[in-house]
């Protein structure tokens, strides 16, 4: 028995499918990175970049934050194994560097961008590669505030930033001296000393 009017569901195109990047800017948690595989992505690369704090940063001490890097990328690659062809690394501070660079040998149709260091002023910054740019997971945070500031002085693109820090650092040093001198001050005068 044939069925009339209609194309049989063979007959249909099938979507194009694309392959995906998916930029994970700290911690996601798997449902998250799943969210990622809306609209059915060919491929999957996953690129989780390295988060670094303050105090990490001011001491240059980026190597546990690589190390936590790569381990958040191999768990989203976990996380979609088995239902999507998928690949990971682990990437710089910057994201959109790191997008960047990962466009260079992996051919993406689009930019899922998630995690709990993720801002809203990254879709911008990451539009200049010429790809749409969407978000997965919950709102931007105050973890993202902070990580947008970081990268911006590591990079060097807020002048006015880089002098307020190098002049608060020398203001805070030269406070902690004058007091630490009164201090001294203040026991040698207490042991009759001075």
């Known amino acids: ?37 809306h609209g059915h992505p060919r491929r999957v690369h996953v ?17 546990d ?16 194994s088995g239902l999507v062809e998928v690949t990971s690394a682990a990437g710089p501070v910057d994201p959109v560097e790191a997008a960047s660079a990962a466009l260079a040998s ?19 910054a990451l539009s200049r590669l010429g790809l749409p740019v969407t978000y997965v997971g919950p709102p931007a945070g105050r973890r993202a505030r902070v990580n947008r500031e970081i990268r911006e002085l590591a990079g060097g693109r807020n002048p006015g930033s880089v002098l307020a820090l190098i002049v608060g650092m020398n203001v805070a040093l030269m406070v902690a001296g004058i007091g630490l001198s009164l201090l001294a001050l203040l026991v040698l005068w207490l042991l009759g000393v001075y």
């Open 1 to 37: 028995m044939e069925v009339r009017g209609r194309a049989p569901l063979a007959a249909r195109p099938p979507e194009p499918a694309v392959n995906r990047l998916l930029l994970v800017v700290g911690d996601a948690s798997p449902e998250t990175v799943r969210l990622a595989l």
């Open 47 to 63: 690129v989780a970049t390295t988060v670094v704090g303050p105090l990490a940063w001011l001491s240059n001490a980026e190597d």
């Open 65 to 80: 934050a690589l190390l936590e890097a790569e381990m958040r990328a191999i768990d989203a690659e976990r996380a979609l």
């Open 106 to 124: 992996f051919p993406a149709g689009d930019i899922f961008v998630g995690g709990s260091a993720a801002d809203d002023t990254l879709g911008r």
